[in-house]
């Protein structure tokens, strides 16, 4: 298998568009369908969004998104880089889901990717896509529709000829 690894850095949401781009570019070079490039443009935005502001939007704190392609799929690692969080913002991302606060972004993140993986600290989401499968889905869906389409047309047929 090519191993294909990318890897952007943004900082703060004014330049959360390059994450946008980064994955339409990913999901054309692979050939990756409107419906699952949705659900991976979403999930990607919801976890920078929230690892934004966690690092409060600081100048010397950036987020590094990085694409790897692996067995399974594709993943996308979002990681906080920048000065060491304090310790009061060390366990934000736990503290705010216990609380229920960020329920909606970690429930579309979630309901989206295959995998979601969360860093002990918070620094960092892994989301993994399953997309090895799409190419069979397809094939068997094509076969079906192909099965149905001669035995109507073997029954229009025999119609005709009794």
């Known amino acids: 298998m090519k191993n294909d690894y990318r890897e952007i850095t943004i900082s703060g949401k ?8 980064f994955i339409e570019e990913i999901c054309d070079y692979h ?4 419906e699952y490039f949705g659900n991976i443009l979403l999930a990607s935005t919801e976890a ?3 690892l934004i502001s966690i690092s409060g939007e600081e100048k010397e704190s950036s987020l590094i998104v990085t694409f ?5 799929g594709f993943t996308f690692k979002l990681k906080f880089d920048g000065p060491d969080l304090s310790s009061e913002n060390e366990h934000f991302l736990e503290q705010e889901v216990r609380k229920h606060k960020l329920r909606r972004e970690i429930f579309i993140i979630k309901a989206l990717a295959d995998e979601v993986t969360i860093s002990v600290k918070g620094e960092s989401i892994t989301l993994t896509f399953y997309v090895s499968s799409m190419n069979y889905e397809k094939s068997l869906l094509r076969i079906n529709q192909l099965k149905d389409y001669w035995v109507k047309k073997s ?7 009794e």
Do not use: G, L, P, S
């Open 31 to 34: 050939n990756i369908n409107n």
């Open 14 to 21: 004014k330049e959360v568009y390059k994450i946008e781009r």
């Open 48 to 50: 920078a969004n929230i």
């Open 155 to 161: 029954t229009a047929v025999k119609k005709d000829n």
């Open 68 to 72: 790897q392609k692996t067995i399974k």
